[in-house]
C-alpha cells in the first residue's frame, strides 16, 4: 500500500500530540500536515518537536486548505463546530476524516453525513478495540435478555472532560437501544433528582462521574431480579485512542465515500 500521508487538526491539545506521535510510529503512514487555530502559540513549529518525537519537518499551521489538498487523511479530535468545518473541508478534498470528537448533537451528525457524500468519513465516541469490542458485547447481551433487565450505564473521566455523557457512553448506550430494537432518543435517562418515581421498564440510564486524571472507565449494568451482569471497560492510557484513528485512517484509506464506524473497522458489526 503507498505510504498514506495524514495531517493532524488541534495538534497542540493533548490529543493531538498523542495523534501525531501515533502516526510518527507507524509506518504505513506519515504526517504532512498540523493545524491549530489562529492566534495559538504552537503556530510555527515543529509538529514533532511539540509532540516530543524529535524534528518531523512538520511546521504548525492555522490554515487547513493548501494541508487538506496534499493529504490522504486528516485526524480529528477536536470541537464540535471545528470537526464539522473540517469535514466539509475533507468532502471538497475527498480524502479521509477520522472523527474521535466527543459532543456531537444531531445536527453536527446531519452535517457530516452531508460531507461522507465525498469524504471517507470514519466517526465514533471511542476509537479504541476494546471499547468497540464492549459495544459489540453489549449490543449481543442486550438482544439477547428481555425487559426484565434493566440497563444503566455509568462512567467516569477526568475533572476537565466538558461534556457528559461521554462520547463512549452514548456509544454504548446506541448499542444497548440497537441490541433492544428501541431508540435511545426516546428511552434515555440521562439524570435522576428528588422524587423520580419508580424506574421505567425498557428505560436506558446513564451517570457521569467526574474527578481526578482518570482517563476513562465505563461499566454497563444489566440488572434483573436476584442477579446483575456487568461489562466493565478501563482506559489507562490515551495513546489507545491515538492508535485506534491511525488504524481507521488506513482502513477507509481504500474505501469508497461513505459514512463508517470503528464497528466497521474492526469487522464488529456481525456481533
Given at each position: ?98 472523527i474521535g470528537t466527543t459532543g456531537l448533537q444531531e445536527p453536527d451528525f446531519t452535517k457530516l453525513e452531508a ?21 459489540g458485547l453489549v449490543r449481543k447481551v442486550a438482544a439477547t435478555l428481555g425487559e426484565d433487565f434493566d440497563i ?120
Amino acid at each position: 500500500m503507498t505510504e498514506m500521508r495524514l495531517v493532524v487538526v488541534g495538534a497542540a491539545g493533548r490529543m493531538g500530540r498523542m495523534l501525531i506521535k501515533a502516526v510518527a510510529e507507524t509506518e504505513e503512514c506519515r504526517l504532512v500536515g498540523a493545524i491549530e487555530r489562529k492566534g495559538s502559540d504552537a503556530v510555527g513549529h515543529d509538529a514533532g518537536l511539540l509532540a516530543g518525537t524529535g524534528l518531523l519537518d512538520v511546521i504548525v499551521t492555522e490554515d487547513p486548505l493548501p494541508v487538506f489538498a496534499q493529504a490522504d487523511g486528516v485526524l480529528d479530535f477536536t470541537a464540535p463546530a471545528a470537526t464539522t468545518a473540517f469535514a466539509a473541508l475533507a468532502a471538497q478534498a475527498r480524502i479521509v476524516h477520522v472523527i474521535g470528537t466527543t459532543g456531537l448533537q444531531e445536527p453536527d451528525f446531519t452535517k457530516l453525513e452531508a460531507a461522507a457524500r465525498h469524504a471517507r468519513i470514519v466517526q465514533s465516541g471511542n476509537m479504541s478495540l476494546g471499547v468497540n469490542l464492549l459495544a459489540g458485547l453489549v449490543r449481543k447481551v442486550a438482544a439477547t435478555l428481555g425487559e426484565d433487565f434493566d440497563i444503566e450505564i455509568l462512567e467516569m473521566h477526568h475533572r476537565h472532560k466538558v461534556d457528559a455523557p461521554s462520547g463512549t457512553a452514548l456509544l454504548l448506550g446506541e448499542a444497548a437501544a440497537e441490541g433492544r430494537k428501541i431508540s435511545l432518543k426516546e428511552r434515555s435517562v440521562r439524570s435522576r433528582d428528588g422524587h423520580t418515581g419508580a424506574r421505567n421498564s425498557g428505560d436506558i440510564g446513564f451517570a457521569a462521574l467526574r474527578g481526578g486524571s482518570v482517563v476513562g472507565e465505563h461499566t454497563v449494568m444489566f440488572a434483573a431480579q436476584g442477579e446483575r451482569l456487568e461489562l466493565f471497560h478501563r482506559a489507562e492510557d490515551r495513546g489507545i485512542f491515538a492508535r485506534g484513528a491511525v488504524r481507521a485512517a488506513l482502513w477507509a484509506f481504500d474505501k469508497k465515500p461513505g459514512y463508517y464506524t470503528m464497528a466497521d473497522v474492526l469487522g464488529l458489526n456481525q456481533l
